[in-house]
């Protein structure tokens, strides 16, 4: 047997560790010296795109940052873990914020960075409708979101749109967790208690319905109520006053995921979020991509208008969970989107 010399085995280890490293996606390995950050999501969803592209892209890690994500499961829960310092930066809705703000909290949550513009869940029927209006929804029994959270408080505005009262021309159940409505919606029997005709969904749930003949989407509440601040990235005052290099890193890594999906097709886009999405089809996935564009769902940059958190905060007066305005300046930081854009 031929013996191989100790230096021929290293130089192999060496040849072999180099062509991993060739092989290997550099987006996989981060830096030793990158500063950790504790990212929280609302929850995992296609909606959420340009924020999976600069994972994905190792936008994140060319700015320095290693950054770890985890899911909260819905506003409340994403907000407590940023409260108590289980999370550096919180992604849901900006009314969690305006919550905390009035309820007296010291070290506030402040949002700094806007993605996206749009409603991201649709209404999904227990049977096909052509035509669909609003007045159809009369009468029903849906099954809608967390109260006072933004996908019901959307809900419940485009129904007043139309001239529909949520609390007596319809049943709204609110009390399933969220992220489990598709599957509650899918099981149910007819006669069975909470047996619904509508449901309100996320993507993927929206599309999976449809895939299993469970259920029809017959609305974007995206395109139904218009341009509305849906999610935005939020940290503590004090992470902010104490952080600013680590959140403008952050926040240059997010525009370059907003600038990838502006300028890539749908078929690109989803390709690259994939990995985020084992459990789905690449072929739904680049749906679902599709449908949120041509709907407009994702701002251009991470500016948070005054504007826009005007109409927020009129959305949760007309939902009954505000009963006076909070300072716009004190809830909203637009030095890092400024930068970037």
């Known amino acids: 047997m031929r013996k191989i010399k100790p230096l021929s085995i290293l130089l192999a280890a060496v040849l072999a560790i180099s062509t991993l490293a060739t092989g290997c996606d550099r ?41 770890e994500l985890v899911t909260g499961y819905g506003a409340d829960k994403t907000m407590t873990a940023l409260l108590t310092g289980e999370a550096d930066i919180g992604f849901m809705g900006s009314e969690a ?13 402040v949002n700094f960075a806007q993605l996206t513009q749009r409603a991201g869940n649709f209404l999904v029927s227990r049977t096909p409708i052509d035509n669909f209006n609003w007045n159809m929804i009369k009468g029903t029994y849906v099954l809608g979101g967390r109260k006072g959270g933004m996908p019901q408080m959307v809900f419940e505005y485009i129904l007043k749109m139309n001239q529909i009262d949520p609390e007596t021309d319809l049943t709204i159940d609110t009390s399933i967790d ?30 999976s319905l449809e895939t299993q003949q469970k259920g029809y989407i017959v609305a974007s509440l995206g395109v139904d109520s218009g341009y509305v601040p849906y999610t935005a990235f939020s940290a503590r005052k004090s992470y902010i006053e104490e952080n600013p290099e680590t959140l403008l890193a952050f926040t240059k890594a997010l525009q370059k995921g907003m600038d990838y999906v502006a300028d890539h097709s749908a078929e690109e886009i989803a390709s ?70």
Not at 97 to 109: E, I, M, P, W
Not at 312 to 336: C, H, R, S
Request: a negative charge.
């Open 272 to 341: 690259v979020i994939k990995p985020q999405f084992p459990e789905t089809e690449l072929d739904t996935i680049t749906t679902i991509v599709t449908r949120y564009q041509t709907q407009d769902t994702w701002k251009k940059d991470l500016i948070y208008t005054e504007d826009s958190f005007q109409l927020l905060q009129n959305i949760l007066m007309e939902a009954g969970e505000l009963e006076e305005y909070v300072p716009y300046k004190d809830l909203v930081n637009n030095t890092f989107a400024e930068q970037v854009k």
């Open 97 to 109: 914020s305006v919550y905390t703000y009035l309820q007296g909290a010291q070290d506030y949550a």
């Open 178 to 207: 969220f992220g489990s409505t598709a599957a509650a919606f899918a099981g149910a029997k007819e006669g069975d208690a909470g047996y619904a005709d509508f449901t309100v969904e996320f993507e993927p749930h929206a599309t």
């Open 27 to 67: 987006k996989s390995v981060p830096d030793a010296s990158a500063k950790k950050v504790i990212l929280n999501e609302v929850a995992h969803s296609i909606f959420y795109a340009p924020m999976y592209v600069a994972i994905e892209e190792g936008y994140f890690a060319d700015e320095g940052i290693n950054l």
